[in-house]
Structures are given as structure tokens and as C-alpha cells.
């Protein structure tokens, strides 16, 4: 088998799609944020007014930064509490046609944190364990609130750029509210209906029961399982409705579909960088930062091909179809890995335990940069500004002079702020591996042994605390160890981002905006970008390389020996 045109004829139609979509995405949630007219204001303009009379908001009151974060919090706090009480009372609650029982307290704790934090790392399988109910009005719903809740972060931040002197960063339930009426609602019903269309299962009946050829009888599962699986790729959530997720027939039928799922897990992160750019009103700033994304992103993509498509002596074929999905073939496995990845999605066509070493590195890559590339709806956009911070913060001492950035100034709180943001999920990830390689708890769960086992491990507590929420598989982490610690990185990697940009949301909001000067650094040019790649990837390298080293660096170099594990 070769490397065909027709393979770089799909990376060339995904890529090509992504480019045009981006604008007309980004552009539509501009007007959306900013108030203006738009495609779906006569929709649901009468429902958004409803929403705040009844729930009593005034949409013209704003929130200082804290006043946002509590609201934020509050919020999220409540969606953990149902989820995790629809787990425990699901054998009394409806729609359950396989009379399902409740959910252990440990799973139901870490799926809780897993849907509220926008990772949807799952430990279990749900067509044997999740009710319809659950899936629907607890899982389902999470996907819409936790995707909502990642992106109107990133709208304080640019309000703290372009206001001066005032506290207000911005109303969080008029936020919320307008980013899941008019985008996520909208794009997830357009994008489920077509998914039906294509054979993607939606029904309330019970599971059925046929016969085999062989003459067995086989339960086959269905469920409403398209309306969650838009959702779960345009809120960059994951989180699949069957344990194979979209390796699975009946999530993900067809190449039409695998396509557009493949492009949904970037579209509206790839958006946001353009709406960042339209608010702001420097459309030069969003192109510096969508074109960083990019450029990673081809990099990391052409890095995990080489190694797919390569011969390596281990192998008795080459290239391996090993855990790929036969339907789709090897580039768009490829491809649905390194999007997944790069945008804290979580969902799968392919097993990635099964990938070379190389691209299970890339993954782990992917997901150490602190999900960045693209990232996850908001999270890589609002990530994203830690580290432009910090670069501009170094920029500033290369040239001697106090960092800035659009016309503020960037000062202590907000470099302490922008370190607690990269170093805090890092810290996690790392300290949560080690404890899982050393004790008993971690090691027992394991699948395989030497690098590839360590990778597993580091793959997991990566995913948590990327709030990524990927599987590397060979790891079965519905133990009450996995369970507790994994939760444990997810809210370390959701919060401990979300309220250090935020704090600096506010801080940005109360400074006076200076002009340039002949010593401003500017940060809307080719050298800035290429700083910008810099600082990422020395920051991930010195955290991980260490790590990485143990797990698929030297796996890489035994399976160039002729060993595998």
C-alpha cells in the first residue's frame, strides 16, 4: 500500500473546508456577541427575552470578573449535581427501556466532572450503563452548557482589551444563553438532521434482538444517539453515545459523515479566532494566531502520516490497519486523531492505542501544548492568550521595555496569572502519572507492558487534565483510583485556566489603553508568530520531554529494533 492522491486529495478537501468555513462561522458569532443583526435573532429573539424574564436577568446589568466567575462556577456547580443525581436515580427515572440500574457513585462522580468540565472522558459503556434519560437530558445537555460555557469565556477577555477604565467584563447568563440559542442549537439541529439522513440512529425504542447468520441471537442497540452526536463534535465535547464512539455504524455510517464530523470538531474553534479578530478590530491579530494554530497543526498532521504510512520492521505489513476503521482507511483515522487531539474533542474513528509510537506522540503533543491548537470551543482561544502573555512578556524584557499588548499594559498580576494558567494542568498531569505508574491502584489497570504501558497512564491523566477526554484505550480506568484522579486532573485543567484568564479579563478591563510607540513590540507580524510557536513549544518540552522520553520516544526506537509491546 502507498501514500495514494486520493489521500491528499482528503487532507486537501478537509483543509480547504476548514479555510472557508472559518469566516463565514466566525463572522456569524461576531454579530452574535456584539448584539447586532443576525440569521438567527428573528428565530429566537422572542425565546432569548423569554429566557432572561423568566429567569429574572436584566441584560443590561454587567458583572465584574469575579461576579462572572461565581456566575460561572454556580452554574457549572448546578449541571454536576444533576448529572451526577440522574446517575444515581436512574433505575427510577424514565426512559430506560433496558431497566438499566444506578450508575456505582465513583463513575457517576468522575462522568459528572467529565460532561460539566467539557471533557466527557468515559469510563464505561453507554449502551450497557446510561438510560435514555441520562444520555438525553443529563449527558446531552451537559454538551451543549459545558461547549457554551468555553466559549463566552474567551468574550471577557477581548472586553478587557477593548474597554478602559471599568470593571465590567460582560453579563454571563446573557452570554450563555445567546451562545447556545443562536449557535449551538442551531448548527447541531442542521448537522443531526444530516447525520439521520445518512443512517446515524435516532429513536426511543428498545434495543433489538436479530438473528445471525450463524444462528445466534444478538441484541443490537439503538438509542437518540444523533442529537448528541452533533453536539459532541461541534462542542469539541467527545463524548460518545456507543463505548466505540465513531468507530461505531450507527454514530458514524458513512464517509459523508465522517467527513463532517472530522471538520466539525475544528469548525467553531477555528471560528473564534476569527471573531476575536472582527471584535477586537484587528483582523491582522486573529490572522497571526489562526495562522500559529495552522501551521502546528499541519506539522503535527504530516508528523503522524510519515509514521502511519511508513515501513517499520516490527510490523509484518506496512502500513498497519491495526485499530483503524477498515470504511475510512488510514489517512482519515490520521486525520480524525490529530483534529480530536488539537481540539480537545475526545471522540474516536480509529483506536489510538493501536497508532505508531510517533502518532501516539503527536497526540500526547497535542494535548500537552494545553490544547491550543484550535483547542477545545473557547478553551483554545482563551489558552492561547496565556501564552500570548507570556511571549509578549518576554518580547518586553528582549527589548527592555514593560510588555504590552493591544494597547495595555501587561504587568506582574497578569504574567502570575497567565503562569498559574499553563503550569497548573501541567502540574496535574504529571504529578497524577506518577502516582499512577508507582502504586498498585494505577499499575494493576494496565494493559501492556514497558513504554507502551507508561504511555497508557500518561495518556489517561493527559486527557483528563487536557479536558480532551480521548481514550489511549488498554487502560481500564473504571476503578475507584481512575475514577477519583482523573476527575481530580479535569477540574485542575478546566479551572485552574478559566479563572486565571478571567482574573486577567478584569485587570485588562480597568487599565487605560496606551498608544503605540517607536518600542512597542508589535504582535501582529510573521516574527511574532514564529515567537509564539517558540514559547509553546520550548514551555511543552521542557515540562514533558522527560515523561514522553519514558513513553513512546523509546517505544519508537524498540519497534525500529523489531520490538513491540
Not at 426512559?95 to 463513575?107: E, F, K, M, T
Not at 449527558?139 to 469565556?153: D, E, H, P, W
Not at 448537522?191 to 444462528?215: I, K, P, W
Request: with cysteine; glycine share 10%; charged share 10%.
Amino acid at each position: 500500500m502507498k501514500f495514494r492522491t486520493l489521500d491528499v486529495v482528503q487532507i486537501g478537501l478537509y483543509l480547504v473546508a476548514l479555510v472557508l468555513l472559518t469566516p463565514l462561522v466566525g463572522g456569524f458569532m461576531a454579530n452574535v456577541f456584539s448584539g447586532e443583526k443576525h440569521l438567527m435573532k428573528p428565530i429566537f429573539g422572542k425565546l432569548e427575552n423569554r429566557v432572561y424574564k423568566v429567569c429574572r436577568i436584566d441584560p443590561s446589568g454587567e458583572m465584574n470578573w469575579k461576579e462572572y466567575t461565581l456566575a460561572l462556577l454556580a452554574f457549572n456547580l448546578v449541571g454536576f449535581i444533576l448529572v451526577f443525581i440522574f446517575q444515581e436515580m436512574q433505575r427510577y427515572l424514565p426512559i430506560n427501556p433496558r431497566h438499566l440500574p444506578a450508575v456505582s457513585w465513583d463513575l457517576a462522580f468522575n462522568t459528572a466532572v467529565s460532561f460539566v468540565t467539557n471533557t466527557n472522558w468515559q469510563s464505561y459503556a453507554g449502551e450497557t450503563t446510561m438510560s435514555y434519560f441520562v444520555q438525553m437530558l443529563g449527558l446531552t445537555v451537559q454538551n451543549f452548557l459545558s461547549a457554551a460555557t468555553g466559549i463566552v469565556v474567551v468574550l471577557p477577555f477581548i472586553r478587557g482589551i477593548v474597554r478602559k477604565k471599568t470593571d465590567a467584563i460582560g453579563n454571563f447568563w446573557v452570554d450563555v444563553t445567546r451562545t447556545t440559542l443562536y449557535i449551538l442549537v442551531p448548527l447541531s439541529v442542521f448537522l443531526a438532521m444530516v447525520l439521520v439522513g445518512e443512517g446515524t440512529v435516532q429513536t426511543l425504542s428498545n434495543y433489538r434482538n436479530v438473528q445471525t447468520l450463524g444462528g445466534q441471537e444478538q441484541v443490537i442497540p439503538v438509542g437518540p444517539a444523533a442529537s448528541q452526536i452533533a453536539i459532541k463534535q461541534l462542542g469539541s465535547n467527545g463524548g460518545g453515545f456507543f463505548n466505540m464512539n465513531s468507530t461505531h455504524p450507527f454514530e458514524n455510517p458513512t464517509p459523508l459523515t465522517d467527513f463532517l464530523e472530522m471538520l466539525s470538531i475544528l469548525l467553531i474553534g477555528s471560528g473564534l479566532v476569527y471573531t476575536y479578530g472582527k471584535m477586537i478590530g484587528s483582523m491582522r491579530q486573529a490572522f497571526v494566531i489562526w495562522s500559529v494554530m495552522m501551521a502546528m497543526f499541519i506539522g503535527m498532521l504530516s508528523v503522524s502520516l510519515y509514521s502511519e504510512w511508513k515501513f517499520h520492521p516490527a510490523y509484518v505489513s506496512t502500513p498497519t490497519m491495526e485499530g483503524k476503521e477498515t470504511r475510512f482507511g488510514i489517512t482519515n483515522s490520521v486525520i480524525w486523531e490529530v483534529a480530536t487531539t488539537s481540539a480537545s474533542n475526545g471522540s474516536v474513528n480509529a483506536m489510538h492505542d493501536s497508532m505508531t509510537p510517533l502518532s501516539g506522540l503527536v497526540a500526547l503533543v497535542n494535548m500537552m501544548t494545553g490544547e491550543v491548537i484550535f483547542g477545545g470551543v473557547g478553551a483554545g482561544l482563551y489558552g492561547m492568550f496565556h501564552f500570548i502573555l507570556l511571549t509578549v512578556f518576554i518580547a518586553g524584557l528582549m527589548v527592555g521595555r514593560t510588555p504590552e499588548y493591544l494597547g495595555k499594559k501587561i504587568e506582574t498580576y497578569e504574567v502570575k496569572m497567565a503562569v498559574i494558567g499553563v503550569v497548573a494542568p501541567s502540574a496535574a498531569i504529571l504529578i497524577l502519572t506518577a502516582i499512577g505508574s508507582v502504586t498498585h491502584a494505577g499499575l494493576s489497570a494496565i494493559n501492556n507492558s514497558g513504554p507502551h504501558g507508561f504511555s497508557e497512564i500518561l495518556y489517561a491523566f493527559t486527557s483528563a487534565a487536557a479536558n480532551n477526554g480521548s481514550a489511549f484505550a488498554g487502560l481500564n480506568t473504571n476503578t475507584v483510583f481512575y475514577n477519583l484522579t482523573q476527575a481530580a486532573g479535569m477540574l485542575i485543567g478546566r479551572y485552574a485556566v478559566i479563572i486565571p484568564i478571567l482574573a486577567i479579563s478584569g485587570s485588562l478591563a480597568r487599565k487605560k489603553s496606551i498608544p503605540p510607540s517607536p518600542g512597542t513590540f508589535p504582535t501582529d507580524t510573521p516574527l511574532f508568530g514564529f515567537l509564539l510557536v517558540g514559547v509553546i513549544i520550548i514551555i511543552s518540552a521542557l515540562t514533558f520531554f522527560p515523561a514522553l522520553a519514558l513513553g513512546p520516544v523509546v517505544e519508537h526506537f524498540l519497534m525500529l529494533a523489531g520490538k513491540t509491546f
